[in-house]
């Protein structure tokens, strides 16, 4: 799951409510998620991946990575 904004620069910035978006999508089958460093939350369950970049070519190079 990748959620955030993204600015005129390419710079990722936090959408509201991370921890309630992760959890909901955590309830749905999903344990990767790519989402702005600084929204990043410090802790989380085991079993959630939360991967946190600051600029959206960093952000979509990891999420074809695995591709």
């Known amino acids: 799951v ?3 904004e993204v600015g005129v ?7 509201g409510q991370a ?3 992760i959890r909901e999508a ?3 089958g999903f344990n990767r998620f ?7 939350p410090f802790y989380t369950d085991p079993g ?5 970049f600051s600029t ?3 952000a ?6 695995d591709a």
């Open 34 to 40: 790519i989402l702005p460093a600084r929204k990043c």
């Open 26 to 28: 955590w309830n749905l």
């Open 9 to 15: 620069g390419g710079l990722l910035r936090g959408a």
């Open 19 to 21: 921890p309630v978006r």
């Open 60 to 65: 979509l190079d990891a999420l074809f990575e």
């Open 56 to 58: 959206l070519e960093e």
């Open 2 to 4: 990748l959620f955030g």
């Open 48 to 52: 959630i991946r939360l991967v946190g």
